[in-house]
């Protein structure tokens, strides 16, 4: 088959009687295709080409062929004539020009119309450096790229129907083909969403599937929204988190936007019961994917004009690195006001960043790069000076330089405990960067006053037991000497005899006590060698234990002080003292 009569097949048509074109001095008329010049495949399109009111046939031709591929006569009022293509294939694709006769002629051809047939190879994808989300007057760049080896990528702009821009592909280190289109400046008042094609040489008119549409946003021109989280900043693989964009400003639609990615989540906006719009992105379940720092936006519907970014929001995912830190608290856990305190965080495995979290924190946590000392990589915390602020639970992460979203396992929770603000919650405290070494803060002259407190008044209580133990010795001493009875009574006759006569009546006066109890006074005399003291024991034993039991000591020693040196024994020996001691139950 011919590649005229192919060309004819695809139009319908066949060769007019007249094939040349020749040259005149009628106006040249316009091609265009209808709905556009880029048609998927298997879709139809209609050609249409303008002249002057004086036409009487039209002539269609396409670059390389020598023929017209149809005459059409003109439709009135005959200035203009239309071509359909049922079918677009690849061979219909192709530059296409048209002329016209009139009495006087024929016209020179129309300028080109290129005819291009998609959906031949498999789409490339398209991206935006740095964001998707442009400040008015700002530029970007947009990337095409495909694994497939096209000899060039094509930049189109939805809103114009026309290729934008073609660039030719080169190949990035990681092996795909890729281009780079630049854009700009971005105006709030047109709408910027863009598709990009692959193609190879030959024939250049046929292009892969479309890729993605990509929307640019022209930030800054509204009041910015909030982004929060109930679930705060730190989660963990597995749970659910949602981010809420929530203004003051009804908007019609949100859109959320990760940093560096091309992604951008929309969601149509919602009234809250306080006055707010807003939406809630839900990420659930979360993936280590999810962690990274977001913004939100609000817009209207039929504007490419959004509001100013959010504050960024931080979503950092524990468990992604194989360790687990430990955390101390310098001097101690339990602080006063105005104190310093360091928290240290230490790793034995390799740690870039150390990440310290406070729970029920809603702001991201702090970060310090870490240090390697004696083996292991660490980092101090300091708190200075403590507020009751400071007071809560604290943990502490891991991360490496090449995923800092993404934490080790937690470690020990430790609990601050701020002296006079038991129960308090405040917002997440004010920490510096580490000193140099962990400073001896006021904690240290602290536990000295304690101490020495404690000793004084250990030693007070010391010396009034001395005081009141004197005192008391004192008035006992005071007492004896303001009664001579025990000194006179009965002991003017020093001699033995007399001594062992009054034990034993003192003794029988004991026994008398208990005539009907059944009571067994056991009665031993110690000797002189065993007890030079003269010492003399009487116990009383009872079937029954006595409820209660008195011991009275009788003490010849004191009593005889006086007698003994004036009358000495016979026998110049030093009279024995003996003592008498007597168990006497209290009926």
Known sequence: MTPILTALLCLGLSVGSRTQAQAGILPKPTIWAEPGSVIPMDTSVILWCKGSLKAQKYALYKDGYSEALKVQKALEPKDKAKF????????????????YESPTGWSEFSDPLELVVTGMHSKPSLSVLPSPIVPSGGNV????????????????????????????????????????????????????????????????????????????????????????????PVVTSGQNLTLQCLSDVSYDRFAL???????????????????????????????????????????????????APSDPLDILVTGQLPYTPSLWVHPGPTVAPGENVTLLCQSLSNVDTFLLSKDGAADASLRLRSKYRAGKYEAEFSMSPVTPAHGGAYRCYGSIKTSPYLLSYPSVLVEILVSGSFGHHGPPPTMSSPTAAPAQGPSWYLYVLIGASVAFILMLCLLILLLVRQQRRGKYRKSRDADPEPKDRGLQDSSRPAAVAQEETLYAAVQDTWPEDGVKLDHWQNTQDEDPQGVTYAQAAASDAPPDVTYAQLNHLTLRQKTSASSPSQSGEPPAEPCVYAALAIH
């Not at 359909?84 to 002329?99: D, E, H, L, N």
């Not at 190879?200 to 008119?205: A, E, H, L, T, V």
């Not at 969601?267 to 720092?293: K, N, Y």
């Open 84 to 99: 359909p293509i049922t079918y677009m294939t690849s061979v219909c694709a192709g530059w296409y020009r048209c002329y």
């Open 141 to 232: 760049t947009l990337q095409c790229g495909s694994w497939r080896g096209f000899n060039k990528f094509i930049l189109m702009r939805e809103a114009e129907g026309q290729p934008s821009w073609t660039r030719y592909s080169q190949r990035a280190p990681s092996g795909e083909f890729q281009a780079l289109f630049p854009v700009g400046p971005v105006i709030p008042s047109l709408m910027w969403t863009f598709r990009c094609y692959g193609s190879y040489s030959n024939p250049p008119q046929v292009w892969s599937l479309p890729s993605d549409p990509l929307e640019l946003l022209v930030s800054g021109v509204l009041g910015k929204p909030s982004l929060l989280t109930q679930q705060g």
């Open 257 to 307: 936007s990760k940093e560096g990615t091309s992604d951008l989540l929309q969601l149509h906006g919602r009234q809250t019961e306080a006055g707010f719009s807003g939406a809630d992105f839900s990420l659930s379940p979360v993936r280590s994917s999810h962690g990274g720092q977001y913004t939100c936006y609000g817009g209207h519907n039929l504007s490419s004009q959004w509001s």
